[in-house]
Protein backbone atom coordinates (compact mmCIF):
# COMPACT_ATOMS: atom_id res chain seq x y z
CA UNK A 1 0.00 0.00 0.00
CA UNK A 2 1.42 3.62 -1.03
CA UNK A 3 0.24 6.25 1.45
CA UNK A 4 -0.59 9.54 -0.21
CA UNK A 5 2.11 12.54 -0.55
CA UNK A 6 1.26 15.76 -0.06
CA UNK A 7 3.35 18.77 -1.07
CA UNK A 8 2.82 22.11 0.80
CA UNK A 9 3.71 25.54 -1.11
CA UNK A 10 2.67 29.24 -0.87
CA UNK A 11 -0.76 29.88 -2.06
CA UNK A 12 -0.74 30.23 -5.34
CA UNK A 13 -1.68 33.36 -7.43
CA UNK A 14 -3.57 33.00 -10.77
CA UNK A 15 -2.05 36.03 -13.48
CA UNK A 16 -4.43 36.15 -15.92
CA UNK A 17 -8.11 35.89 -14.58
CA UNK A 18 -11.68 36.27 -16.71
CA UNK A 19 -13.80 37.19 -13.46
CA UNK A 20 -16.99 38.96 -15.84
CA UNK A 21 -19.57 41.28 -13.52
CA UNK A 22 -22.82 40.68 -12.29
CA UNK A 23 -24.47 37.29 -11.87
CA UNK A 24 -21.72 35.70 -13.58
CA UNK A 25 -18.98 36.86 -11.61
CA UNK A 26 -20.59 35.95 -8.66
CA UNK A 27 -21.13 32.35 -9.42
CA UNK A 28 -17.52 31.98 -10.27
CA UNK A 29 -15.52 33.89 -7.68
CA UNK A 30 -15.63 31.63 -4.99
CA UNK A 31 -13.57 28.68 -7.34
CA UNK A 32 -10.66 31.62 -7.81
CA UNK A 33 -11.16 32.58 -4.39
CA UNK A 34 -10.66 29.29 -2.82
CA UNK A 35 -7.62 28.17 -4.87
CA UNK A 36 -5.76 31.23 -5.25
CA UNK A 37 -4.25 34.98 -2.95
CA UNK A 38 -4.67 37.07 -5.93
CA UNK A 39 -5.69 37.33 -9.46
CA UNK A 40 -4.96 39.44 -12.22
CA UNK A 41 -8.18 40.13 -13.60
CA UNK A 42 -9.27 40.94 -16.95
CA UNK A 43 -10.67 44.37 -18.50
CA UNK A 44 -12.40 42.97 -20.99
CA UNK A 45 -15.84 43.35 -19.66
CA UNK A 46 -18.65 45.16 -21.75
CA UNK A 47 -18.10 48.18 -21.93
CA UNK A 48 -14.50 47.64 -20.75
CA UNK A 49 -12.40 48.57 -18.31
CA UNK A 50 -10.52 51.54 -19.52
CA UNK A 51 -10.08 54.25 -16.86
CA UNK A 52 -8.38 54.72 -13.22
CA UNK A 53 -12.50 55.17 -12.63
CA UNK A 54 -14.00 52.11 -13.93
CA UNK A 55 -11.12 49.86 -12.67
CA UNK A 56 -12.26 51.15 -8.93
CA UNK A 57 -15.70 50.40 -9.46
CA UNK A 58 -14.82 46.99 -10.82
CA UNK A 59 -12.64 46.50 -7.90
CA UNK A 60 -15.86 47.34 -5.65
CA UNK A 61 -18.13 45.23 -7.16
CA UNK A 62 -15.72 41.97 -6.54
CA UNK A 63 -14.66 42.92 -3.30
CA UNK A 64 -18.45 43.24 -2.19
CA UNK A 65 -19.16 39.83 -3.77
CA UNK A 66 -16.59 38.49 -1.49
CA UNK A 67 -17.97 35.90 1.79
CA UNK A 68 -17.01 37.19 4.89
CA UNK A 69 -13.39 36.07 5.98
CA UNK A 70 -12.47 35.27 2.57
CA UNK A 71 -8.89 36.91 1.97
CA UNK A 72 -8.53 37.49 -1.78
CA UNK A 73 -6.82 40.60 -3.49
CA UNK A 74 -8.54 41.15 -6.73
CA UNK A 75 -5.55 42.84 -8.83
CA UNK A 76 -6.76 45.32 -11.54
CA UNK A 77 -5.86 45.58 -14.97
CA UNK A 78 -6.94 48.69 -17.64
CA UNK A 79 -8.11 47.84 -20.81
CA UNK A 80 -5.98 49.72 -23.58
CA UNK A 81 -7.27 51.70 -26.34
CA UNK A 82 -6.70 54.13 -28.45
CA UNK A 83 -7.51 56.43 -26.51
CA UNK A 84 -5.93 55.63 -23.25
CA UNK A 85 -4.54 58.59 -21.34
CA UNK A 86 -0.82 58.74 -20.09
CA UNK A 87 -1.55 60.81 -16.84
CA UNK A 88 -5.11 58.49 -16.01
CA UNK A 89 -3.07 55.29 -16.19
CA UNK A 90 0.17 56.58 -13.97
CA UNK A 91 -2.13 57.90 -11.74
CA UNK A 92 -3.68 54.51 -11.17
CA UNK A 93 -0.81 52.89 -10.66
CA UNK A 94 0.37 55.19 -8.63
CA UNK A 95 -2.48 54.80 -6.41
CA UNK A 96 -2.41 50.81 -6.38
CA UNK A 97 -5.80 51.05 -8.39
CA UNK A 98 -4.53 49.04 -11.29
CA UNK A 99 -1.09 47.11 -11.57
CA UNK A 100 -1.11 46.86 -15.68
CA UNK A 101 -2.29 47.98 -18.65
CA UNK A 102 -3.77 44.83 -21.14
CA UNK A 103 -3.76 45.48 -24.72
CA UNK A 104 -6.33 43.40 -26.75
CA UNK A 105 -5.59 43.39 -30.69
CA UNK A 106 -8.79 45.35 -32.02
CA UNK A 107 -11.35 42.21 -33.31
CA UNK A 108 -8.49 39.23 -31.52
CA UNK A 109 -10.88 37.97 -28.93
CA UNK A 110 -14.40 38.35 -26.70
CA UNK A 111 -15.34 41.83 -26.11
CA UNK A 112 -11.89 43.24 -28.24
CA UNK A 113 -13.41 45.50 -30.42
CA UNK A 114 -12.70 48.79 -28.77
CA UNK A 115 -9.01 47.37 -28.54
CA UNK A 116 -6.01 48.82 -30.82
CA UNK A 117 -5.95 48.70 -34.35
CA UNK A 118 -2.17 50.53 -34.71
CA UNK A 119 -0.26 50.15 -32.30
CA UNK A 120 1.79 53.11 -32.58
CA UNK A 121 -0.92 55.06 -31.06
CA UNK A 122 -0.38 53.88 -27.64
CA UNK A 123 3.41 54.57 -27.95
CA UNK A 124 2.61 57.39 -25.61
CA UNK A 125 0.91 55.37 -22.79
CA UNK A 126 4.08 52.57 -23.23
CA UNK A 127 6.35 55.39 -22.62
CA UNK A 128 4.76 56.30 -19.41
CA UNK A 129 4.37 52.43 -18.41
CA UNK A 130 8.34 52.07 -19.32
CA UNK A 131 9.20 54.75 -17.25
CA UNK A 132 6.69 53.86 -14.17
CA UNK A 133 7.91 50.14 -14.33
CA UNK A 134 4.36 49.29 -14.86
CA UNK A 135 3.58 45.41 -16.83
CA UNK A 136 2.30 45.90 -20.04
CA UNK A 137 0.23 42.38 -21.04
CA UNK A 138 -0.14 41.09 -24.44
CA UNK A 139 -2.89 39.08 -26.28
CA UNK A 140 -0.28 38.09 -29.19
CA UNK A 141 -2.05 37.63 -31.84
CA UNK A 142 -2.05 39.55 -35.13
CA UNK A 143 -5.98 39.86 -36.74
CA UNK A 144 -5.23 40.03 -40.23
CA UNK A 145 -7.62 37.99 -42.11
CA UNK A 146 -4.61 37.20 -44.45
CA UNK A 147 -2.72 35.31 -41.43
CA UNK A 148 -3.62 32.02 -40.88
CA UNK A 149 -5.51 31.41 -37.17
CA UNK A 150 -2.40 29.13 -36.40
CA UNK A 151 -0.26 31.17 -37.28
CA UNK A 152 -1.26 34.70 -35.04
CA UNK A 153 1.04 33.98 -32.35
CA UNK A 154 4.06 33.43 -34.37
CA UNK A 155 3.31 36.63 -36.70
CA UNK A 156 2.11 38.88 -34.08
CA UNK A 157 6.02 38.55 -32.54
CA UNK A 158 7.44 39.16 -35.81
CA UNK A 159 5.02 41.91 -36.61
CA UNK A 160 4.16 44.07 -33.29
CA UNK A 161 6.43 42.24 -30.46
CA UNK A 162 10.05 42.34 -31.75
CA UNK A 163 9.38 45.96 -32.70
CA UNK A 164 7.88 47.30 -29.24
CA UNK A 165 10.22 45.99 -27.34
CA UNK A 166 13.60 47.42 -29.53
CA UNK A 167 11.58 50.53 -29.05
CA UNK A 168 10.63 50.16 -25.21
CA UNK A 169 13.67 48.11 -24.13
CA UNK A 170 12.64 48.78 -20.16
CA UNK A 171 8.91 48.06 -20.56
CA UNK A 172 7.76 45.27 -18.71
CA UNK A 173 6.09 42.63 -21.22
CA UNK A 174 3.83 39.70 -20.11
CA UNK A 175 3.22 37.93 -23.01
CA UNK A 176 0.33 36.60 -22.08
CA UNK A 177 -1.40 31.97 -22.53
CA UNK A 178 1.80 31.71 -24.94
CA UNK A 179 0.68 28.82 -27.48
CA UNK A 180 3.47 28.06 -29.28
CA UNK A 181 7.38 27.22 -29.53
CA UNK A 182 7.82 30.43 -31.03
CA UNK A 183 6.67 32.31 -28.35
CA UNK A 184 8.81 30.57 -25.82
CA UNK A 185 12.02 30.91 -27.94
CA UNK A 186 10.54 34.57 -28.14
CA UNK A 187 10.92 34.85 -24.02
CA UNK A 188 13.61 32.94 -23.80
CA UNK A 189 15.57 35.14 -25.88
CA UNK A 190 14.65 38.23 -23.95
CA UNK A 191 15.95 39.59 -20.37
CA UNK A 192 14.36 39.63 -17.59
CA UNK A 193 11.94 42.35 -18.84
CA UNK A 194 9.76 39.87 -20.78
CA UNK A 195 7.96 36.96 -18.94
CA UNK A 196 4.83 34.85 -20.13
CA UNK A 197 1.66 33.05 -18.70
CA UNK A 198 0.71 29.45 -19.46
CA UNK A 199 -2.77 28.29 -19.24
CA UNK A 200 -3.44 24.38 -17.90
CA UNK A 201 -5.35 24.33 -20.67
CA UNK A 202 -2.64 24.74 -23.19
CA UNK A 203 -0.26 22.20 -20.90
CA UNK A 204 -2.69 19.48 -21.20
CA UNK A 205 -4.56 20.33 -24.86
CA UNK A 206 -3.45 19.99 -28.26
CA UNK A 207 -5.71 21.45 -31.21
CA UNK A 208 -6.57 17.45 -31.64
CA UNK A 209 -9.11 18.03 -28.79
CA UNK A 210 -11.28 20.78 -30.12
CA UNK A 211 -11.43 19.33 -33.47
CA UNK A 212 -11.19 15.25 -33.81
CA UNK A 213 -14.33 13.22 -33.61
CA UNK A 214 -16.39 16.08 -33.84
CA UNK A 215 -16.16 19.50 -33.13
CA UNK A 216 -15.51 20.24 -29.53
CA UNK A 217 -16.27 24.09 -28.19
CA UNK A 218 -15.34 23.26 -24.51
CA UNK A 219 -12.05 23.50 -26.27
CA UNK A 220 -12.26 26.42 -28.07
CA UNK A 221 -10.05 29.63 -26.64
CA UNK A 222 -8.04 32.14 -28.20
CA UNK A 223 -5.41 31.86 -28.67
CA UNK A 224 -6.66 28.00 -30.09
CA UNK A 225 -4.37 25.26 -29.21
CA UNK A 226 -2.03 24.44 -31.42
CA UNK A 227 -0.02 21.13 -32.53
CA UNK A 228 1.23 18.62 -29.90
CA UNK A 229 4.66 20.24 -30.62
CA UNK A 230 4.19 23.64 -29.29
CA UNK A 231 2.11 21.75 -26.39
CA UNK A 232 5.58 19.76 -25.87
CA UNK A 233 7.12 23.02 -25.61
CA UNK A 234 4.93 25.13 -23.56
CA UNK A 235 5.21 22.28 -20.83
CA UNK A 236 9.31 22.26 -20.60
CA UNK A 237 9.10 26.60 -20.14
CA UNK A 238 6.53 25.86 -17.48
CA UNK A 239 8.13 22.76 -15.91
CA UNK A 240 11.73 24.28 -15.80
CA UNK A 241 11.42 27.01 -13.06
CA UNK A 242 12.53 30.01 -15.10
CA UNK A 243 11.34 32.85 -13.18
CA UNK A 244 9.71 34.53 -16.84
CA UNK A 245 7.09 31.70 -16.73
CA UNK A 246 3.88 31.43 -14.52
CA UNK A 247 0.47 30.35 -14.04
CA UNK A 248 -2.13 32.51 -15.73
CA UNK A 249 -5.46 30.55 -16.08
CA UNK A 250 -7.30 32.64 -18.58
CA UNK A 251 -10.30 31.31 -17.00
CA UNK A 252 -12.75 32.47 -19.09
CA UNK A 253 -16.74 31.38 -17.81
CA UNK A 254 -19.28 31.41 -20.83
CA UNK A 255 -22.79 29.79 -20.37
CA UNK A 256 -22.71 26.19 -22.10
CA UNK A 257 -25.61 28.15 -24.06
CA UNK A 258 -22.81 30.69 -25.66
CA UNK A 259 -20.46 27.91 -26.53
CA UNK A 260 -22.60 24.93 -27.66
CA UNK A 261 -23.22 27.61 -30.76
CA UNK A 262 -22.81 27.57 -34.30
CA UNK A 263 -20.26 30.50 -33.75
CA UNK A 264 -19.44 29.73 -30.16
CA UNK A 265 -17.53 31.74 -27.63
CA UNK A 266 -13.66 30.97 -26.97
CA UNK A 267 -13.20 30.70 -23.66
CA UNK A 268 -12.12 27.34 -21.03
CA UNK A 269 -13.37 27.91 -17.70
CA UNK A 270 -11.30 25.84 -15.48
CA UNK A 271 -10.17 27.37 -12.25
CA UNK A 272 -12.18 24.76 -10.58
CA UNK A 273 -9.36 21.86 -11.39
CA UNK A 274 -6.05 24.13 -12.33
CA UNK A 275 -3.95 23.39 -9.74
CA UNK A 276 -4.51 19.37 -9.52
CA UNK A 277 -4.11 19.07 -13.51
CA UNK A 278 -1.13 21.84 -12.62
CA UNK A 279 0.29 19.58 -10.55
CA UNK A 280 -0.01 16.36 -12.69
CA UNK A 281 1.83 18.00 -15.45
CA UNK A 282 4.78 18.92 -13.09
CA UNK A 283 4.87 15.23 -11.82
CA UNK A 284 4.39 13.51 -14.97
CA UNK A 285 7.27 15.86 -16.43
CA UNK A 286 8.94 14.94 -13.20
CA UNK A 287 9.40 17.86 -11.92
CA UNK A 288 7.30 18.60 -8.62
CA UNK A 289 10.59 20.25 -7.05
CA UNK A 290 9.32 23.47 -9.54
CA UNK A 291 5.68 23.84 -9.49
CA UNK A 292 6.07 26.49 -6.64
CA UNK A 293 7.93 28.52 -8.73
CA UNK A 294 5.54 28.50 -11.15
CA UNK A 295 2.44 28.97 -9.40
CA UNK A 296 3.41 31.04 -6.86
CA UNK A 297 6.69 32.27 -6.82
CA UNK A 298 7.51 33.78 -10.26
CA UNK A 299 4.69 35.56 -11.18
CA UNK A 300 5.03 38.05 -7.89
CA UNK A 301 8.95 38.17 -8.51
CA UNK A 302 7.72 39.83 -11.63
CA UNK A 303 5.28 42.05 -10.21
CA UNK A 304 7.12 43.24 -7.34
CA UNK A 305 5.16 41.82 -4.79
CA UNK A 306 5.63 39.90 -2.17
CA UNK A 307 4.98 35.94 -2.21
CA UNK A 308 2.16 34.61 -0.50
CA UNK A 309 2.53 33.92 3.59
CA UNK A 310 0.15 31.71 3.20
CA UNK A 311 0.15 28.03 2.15
CA UNK A 312 -1.31 25.44 0.62
CA UNK A 313 -1.18 21.70 0.50
CA UNK A 314 -1.71 19.72 -2.44
CA UNK A 315 -2.59 16.08 -1.75
CA UNK A 316 -1.39 13.38 -4.23
CA UNK A 317 -4.49 10.66 -4.33
CA UNK A 318 -3.55 6.74 -4.56
CA UNK A 319 -6.30 6.97 -7.54
CA UNK A 320 -7.56 9.64 -9.41
CA UNK A 321 -9.77 12.27 -8.43
CA UNK A 322 -13.03 12.82 -9.43
CA UNK A 323 -12.88 16.34 -11.25
CA UNK A 324 -16.02 18.94 -10.67
CA UNK A 325 -17.55 19.45 -14.12
CA UNK A 326 -20.15 21.97 -14.00
CA UNK A 327 -21.09 25.08 -12.44
CA UNK A 328 -24.90 25.92 -12.06
CA UNK A 329 -25.84 29.74 -12.37
CA UNK A 330 -29.27 31.48 -12.33
CA UNK A 331 -28.83 31.80 -15.83
CA UNK A 332 -27.47 28.57 -16.69
CA UNK A 333 -24.51 25.82 -16.80
CA UNK A 334 -20.80 26.63 -17.46
CA UNK A 335 -19.04 23.21 -18.25
CA UNK A 336 -15.55 23.03 -16.47
CA UNK A 337 -12.34 22.25 -18.14
CA UNK A 338 -12.11 18.49 -18.56
CA UNK A 339 -8.31 17.64 -19.25
CA UNK A 340 -9.16 13.86 -20.34
CA UNK A 341 -5.96 12.28 -18.51
CA UNK A 342 -5.95 10.84 -15.02
CA UNK A 343 -5.16 13.84 -12.06
CA UNK A 344 -3.89 12.49 -8.81
CA UNK A 345 -3.34 15.44 -6.93
CA UNK A 346 -6.40 17.50 -5.59
CA UNK A 347 -5.94 20.67 -3.20
CA UNK A 348 -6.06 20.27 0.58
CA UNK A 349 -5.77 22.69 3.47
CA UNK A 350 -5.44 26.01 2.67
CA UNK A 351 -4.18 28.12 5.61
O1 LIG B 1 -10.49 32.19 -25.04
C1 LIG B 1 -10.49 33.34 -24.63
N1 LIG B 1 -11.50 33.83 -23.88
N2 LIG B 1 -9.48 34.15 -24.96
C2 LIG B 1 -9.50 35.45 -24.68
O2 LIG B 1 -8.56 36.12 -25.05
C3 LIG B 1 -10.66 36.07 -24.02
C4 LIG B 1 -11.41 35.09 -23.24
C5 LIG B 1 -12.79 35.58 -22.81
O3 LIG B 1 -12.87 36.70 -22.31
O4 LIG B 1 -13.75 34.82 -22.95
ZN1 LIG C 1 -7.70 35.88 -21.24
Redesign the pocket.
Known sequence: MTTARSLTIPLPDDWHL?LRSGEMMRAVLPWTTRHFGRAIV?P?LDPPVVTRADAVRYHSEITAALPDGVTFQPLMTLYMTERTEPGDVRAAFEAGDAVAVKL?PAG????SAAGVHDIETIYPVLETMEEIGMPFLV?GEVVDPDVDIFDREAVFIEKKLIPIRARFPALKIVFE?LTTSDGVEYVLSCDAYTAATITPHHLVINRNAMLVGGIKPHY????VAKRERHRLALIEAATSGDARFFLGT?S?P?LDSAKESACG????FNVANALGIVAQVFENKNALDHLEAFTSRNGPAFYDLPVSERSMTLIRHELPVPLPDKVDTARGRITIFDPKMDVYWDVGDVD
Open positions: HMNYATTNHHYCLPDAHCAGI
